[in-house]
């Protein structure tokens, strides 16, 4: 079946990398995709990635796939206190519906 | 515009009554989608649009729920008779077209009493 996970809660230090990790179900999903959103908004696409892609790197975010996994990551350099917020994975349902499936979010909180 | 435009950005009604949503997507983009966002909850995908039609319905929760897309632009999504369950945020996306990734506005936060 169609299922994203996510680990519900991550806490880091400012300065510091930040590791959240999504596992997905499906391998024929062609793209996956990281949202972000802060209270009372709506979901702001940070990246996302092809399938047929290992590593992407945009600014301080590096998306990993493992597609033998069915793992992604998301890492953020340099942690700012501004980077809390959730952060949703996603993946592109291959069943020709075009809806994503989302995982259930990762609460990242950076301390000061 | 800019970008997704949903309104009202919040609606609190009674139980019962029929609430309508609003989504003006980004200029240009022709599919659209609705998703709805319940407390502490990812987001449950319900309709999505190609142009002005709805190919795929299969996520409505029930028959109370509709929507409707004019002009391949602005959306409605139509709740009727309410019930406390239907409580969440109803976040629309839009994209230039099935293939491109998803926009999201700020959603609707929708609080039935």
């Known amino acids: 079946g169609e299922d994203v996970e996510q680990s519900l809660f991550l806490s880091v230090r400012e300065g510091d990398s930040s590791v959240i990790n999504c596992t997905y179900t499906?391998?024929?999903?062609?793209?996956l995709y990281w949202y972000k959103q802060e209270p009372g908004a709506g979901l702001q696409l940070l990246t996302y990635?092809?399938?047929?892609?290992d590593m992407k790197q945009d600014q301080r975010l590096t998306v990993l796939l493992n597609k033998k996994d069915k793992h992604l990551s998301l890492r953020i350099a340099d942690t700012q206190t501004g980077d809390s917020a959730i952060y949703f994975c996603a993946e592109k349902s291959p069943s020709g519906t075009y809806k994503y499936i989302f995982g259930t979010g990762t609460r990242l909180k950076v301390l000061a | 515009g800019a970008g997704v435009s949903q309104s009202p950005s919040n609606k609190v009604t009674e139980k019962g009554k029929d609430v309508e949503l609003r989504c003006d997507p980004i200029s240009g983009h022709t599919a659209l989608y609705w998703y709805r966002q319940s407390l502490g909850q990812g987001l449950e995908f319900l309709i999505y649009?190609?142009?002005?039609?709805?190919?795929?319905k299969s996520g409505l929760p029930s028959d109370r729920f509709s929507a409707e897309r004019t002009g391949g632009s602005v959306s409605t999504l139509t709740i009727q008779r309410t019930q406390q369950e239907d409580s969440a945020v109803y976040l629309c996306a839009s994209s230039l077209d099935l293939a491109g990734p998803q926009h999201f506005g700020d959603g609707t936060r929708l609080s039935i009493l």
């Open positions: 649009f190609q142009g002005n039609s709805a190919p795929d």
């Open positions: 499906d391998s024929s999903s062609t793209y």
């Open positions: 990635i092809f399938s047929n892609m």
